[in-house]
């Protein structure tokens, strides 16, 4: 949905988010609304229209296959009660700084770090939207090292290596930033540095750089090149450091929010999802509502496909303890119920087909 309202498709508030949400059963009935606005739509055959069954399933008129609003979502065989799930969604989309598993599995009372850690990741992996647009307008491009490991909180073993990453950040006149990209690089070469611009800067666009030979040849791709050179701002009697500050200033708050929020306890395996979630949290910071972020995030969920739980064991060790399904306990009781007219209340009054 192009233009969701505030109180009507999402909550604007957490007493709101409390009231629409105080069942696994209408959490189910808010994806089966986000999934299929205008009724069931078979994911087997694509055929429109079928039957409710009473296991909160569908049955397809067309190929006859029993579907439920869960399956080959981000949600899919789930064990972990959908109000758990959204009650995360909320937290990582509302909150300032999002939420570290740690914090997650405390405040939901979840009976496992690495169920809570397995959550938030599965929700990290669907942040970066198919097909979303690359920056535009002015933009400045520099590369960092990040580490999401302190290496003083790991004793000193060789955690921690630092990873070099790629920032990106629109640039607004007088001042002030728009959106911002971060991934990280394999090298600072030429042919690292020109992949990185491409894939998230549209061409046309003004690249201001500094003069490292990496960015040598943007001009040929169909950008304006602005290069600033250290050398020549030093002579200037200028700070070199502050040639690009919109990257700076990103680079820090990541930075900063790596070390805090997370407490510096990100591998550099899983690197590149932490700073998608900072990236998507940013790029939003200016939404009228955080609960429309609430809304973008499951609206992502709804859309992409199942994760395993091996698929998010990226690094060199892997987890020998599986997921324990969480406690069924820890909600506070709503003050209010929600009111009757919401859109998918509506869509499942009459079963579609
Ligand atoms: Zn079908």
């Given amino acids: 949905m192009d233009h969701p309202r505030g109180g009507v498709h999402y909550p604007r508030s957490v007493g709101e988010f409390q009231a629409w949400f105080p069942s696994d059963a209408d959490c189910l009935d808010y994806l089966e609304w ?3 606005p205008a009724g069931f739509v078979c994911p087997d055959c694509g055929h429109g229209g079928g039957w409710r069954l009473g296991d909160d399933r569908f049955r397809c008129r067309g190929c006859g296959e029993r579907r439920s609003v869960t399956a080959g979502t981000i949600f899919d065989r789930t064990r972990t009660p959908l109000k758990v799930w959204f009650t ?5 989309a509302t909150g300032k700084d999002g939420i570290s598993a740690l914090s997650l599995k405390r405040v939901l009372e979840i009976g496992s770090y ?5 959550m938030l990741h599965r929700l990290r992996s669907v942040l970066v939207r198919p097909g979303r647009e ?3 307008g002015t933009v400045e491009v520099d590369e960092t090292y990040i580490s999401g490991a302190e290496p003083e909180l790991r004793g000193g073993r060789a955690m921690g290596t630092k990873v070099l990453t790629g920032i990106a950040v629109e640039v607004r006149e007088p001042k002030g930033f728009g959106r911002c990209r971060m991934a990280p690089l394999v090298d600072a070469s030429g042919t690292s540095l020109h992949g990185f611009v491409t894939d998230h800067v549209e061409p046309g666009a003004t690249v201001i750089t500094d003069g490292w030979q990496g960015y040598h040849g943007l001009a040929k791709l169909g950008y304006v090149h602005d290069r600033r050179s250290q050398r020549a701002a030093r002579a200037r009697g200028d700070d070199a450091g502050e040639l690009l500050p919109a990257v700076h200033h990103v680079a820090s708050l990541a930075k900063r929010w790596l070390l805090g929020t997370h407490q510096g306890s990100v591998d550099d395996a899983h690197l590149t999802s ?7 949290r940013f790029n939003r910071r200016r939404s009228r ?7 973008r995030l499951l609206e992502l969920a709804v859309a992409h496909d199942p994760v395993r739980y091996h698929e998010l064991i990226v690094s060199r060790r892997p987890r020998a303890v599986p997921p324990v399904p969480p406690l069924r306990r820890g909600h506070p009781t709503s003050l209010e119920r929600p009111p009757a007219n919401r859109p998918w209340r509506m869509s499942q009054a009459s079963p579609s087909g």
Avoid: I, K
């Avoid at 995360?88 to 990582?92: R, S, T, V, Y």
């Avoid at 932490?274 to 998507?280: I, P, T």
């Avoid at 509502?289 to 809304?295: A, C, D, E, P």
């Fill in 274 to 280: 932490y700073l998608n979630e900072f990236v998507f």
């Fill in 88 to 92: 995360a969604c909320w937290l990582l």
């Fill in 114 to 118: 690495q169920t809570a850690w397995a």
């Fill in 289 to 295: 509502s955080r609960g429309m972020v609430f809304y």
């Fill in 34 to 36: 986000l999934r299929w």
């Fill in 134 to 136: 690359r920056l535009a």
